[in-house]
């Protein structure tokens, strides 16, 4: 019996697998049963090993069929066509996915990019799933819950042209449909809508960005928007922003200089007094960094802090230590746009095929639009009584829902965690502590 168990909830032990079983699950998924949960390691390393186990040396791949017969199957190697170098301009929700980010490591639900990376293999553009495969580079990270309007990716792709007929953009249309052959194999929540064929010489998605634009959505309410107004704009120039962000000890950051070139607090829609958004744009950004801000600007906006705060905090004379304060909610915020020089975008040619993976799209949208009437009906007809409660503040974090508290504590007044350099020689000590007890010598003294 297959040890795989589609009831089963914890990883699946592919190294105790045999050879034949693996085979057979292969064929299973062939033929369209179960998938192995979401939350087994991304990077599939029992279909790796298969793979090695079974290479002849060619290039081709040992398979059984059904009636228990080994043929070759030619495995596809990026290295025996033609390939070019583009980037591609996506969206995706952000809320069904662990953030954008391929993770080797388990998670709860997939990245953005596993689902992008497995599309590419699915279509034969890249050879595997394995982003170091394909020179792959992303313009900005989000975390789970987060999403995004204008991402940008670059990477290397199978070509139907030749290095020199790519040069020619007389030749463009016989080169591959890469946004419409992507969408249609991708879930409706991602959705590529522009190709650069060729971006500028040494060009990568990360590096090559000459700004990131986030926008964070929130309802008015009973906030004070002018205070907002005048908070926000304070962000703007270069500031130390090691009190607006989550410190990572991993990562071992020790630079927090960061340069906003715009920050407004602005209507969502031009007609409407109900929803605005925090708009935002900067050269890079910290972990969590617009949460943060965004938290603090709930506070000024409840007049529970004053706009002055902001001053405060980027003083780190005054402020050595973040002080412990909840980030904003996650699903408002949108990785909104990055901007490229010298990178021209085009968009799919062929309509008929667009309009087959729009189609998705607008039944997703027609989903979303459907339960938000009727939420708003069972609201309206259940919430009889909406005064707040008197003995208690409720703390906006952008959820809908907020944080109730007796309370409300001054940041200034606030227990702080770590500095940075703290942070990171904690973790350096238990990184040598690990290692010690894994009897692993670290080569450094």
Same mark, same amino acid.
């Given at each position: 019996m297959s040890p795989y168990n589609k009831d089963r909830k914890e990883e699946i032990e592919y190294e105790k697998w045999t050879k034949k079983q693996l085979i057979k699950r292969i064929l299973e998924l062939e033929n369209g049963s179960p998938p192995v949960p979401q939350n087994i390691a991304q990077n599939g390393p029992a279909l790796?090993?298969?793979?090695?186990?079974?290479?002849n040396g060619?290039?081709?791949v040992a398979i059984t069929t059904e009636n228990g017969q080994l043929k070759k199957k030619k495995v596809f190697n990026l290295e025996d066509h033609n390939s070019r170098l583009i980037a591609l301009k996506f969206?995706?929700?952000?809320?069904? &996915? +662990?953030? !954008?980010?391929?993770?080797?490591?388990?998670?709860?639900?997939?990245?953005?990019? &596993? +689902?992008? !990376?497995?599309?590419l293999n699915l279509t034969k553009m890249v050879s595997g799933?394995?982003?170091?495969?394909?020179?792959?580079?992303r313009c900005g990270r989000t975390d789970k819950g987060v999403s995004a309007m204008n991402q940008v990716i670059s990477l290397k792709v199978r070509s139907n042209l030749t290095p020199e007929e790519q040069k020619d953009p007389t030749n463009d249309s016989r080169e591959l449909d890469y946004v419409n052959i992507l969408n249609q194999v991708l879930p409706s929540d991602i959705k590529f809508h522009a190709v650069c064929l060729r971006p500028p010489v040494g060009f990568d998605a990360r590096f090559s960005c000459k700004y990131r634009h986030y926008k964070y959505i929130f309802e008015k309410r009973n906030l004070d928007i002018k205070a907002m107004s005048i908070a926000a704009s304070k962000f703007e120039g270069v500031h130390d922003f090691r009190n607006f962000c989550k410190i990572d000890g991993s990562k071992q950051i020790t630079n927090f200089i960061r340069e906003i070139f715009s920050a407004k607090i602005e209507k969502l829609k031009e007609n409407d007094d109900d929803y605005y958004i925090f708009n935002l744009k900067g050269s890079a950004f910290l972990w969590h960094q617009v949460r943060c801000m965004m938290a603090i600007l709930f506070s000024i906006g409840q007049k529970l802090e004053k706009p002055e705060i902001i001053d405060d905090l980027m003083n780190i004379e005054k402020f050595p230590k973040k002080p412990v304060y909840a980030m904003a909610h996650d699903i408002p915020l949108v990785y909104y746009d990055c901007e490229f020089d010298?990178?021209?975008w085009t968009t799919p040619l062929n309509v008929a095929k667009e309009s087959r993976s729009n189609a998705g799209l607008r039944a997703l949208k027609f989903d979303y639009n459907l339960k938000s009437l009727i939420s708003n009906m069972m609201y309206d007809t259940s919430v009889k009584h909406r005064a707040e409660l008197e003995d208690r503040i409720t703390i906006n974090n952008g959820d809908g829902k907020g944080r109730n508290s007796k309370v409300y504590v001054p940041l200034a007044n606030r227990d702080s965690i770590d500095t940075p350099e703290v942070i990171n020689e904690k973790w350096i000590t238990k990184r040598k502590k690990r290692k010690l007890e894994d009897g692993e010598d670290d080569g450094n003294e």
């Open positions: 790796k090993t298969l793979a090695n186990d079974n290479d060619n290039g081709n969206a995706y929700l952000g809320w069904n &996915y +662990q953030g !954008l980010a391929f993770q080797k490591s388990e998670t709860d639900l997939p990245t953005v990019e &596993y +689902q992008i !990376l497995k599309a799933i394995d982003p170091a495969n394909c020179s792959f580079s010298d990178v021209e």
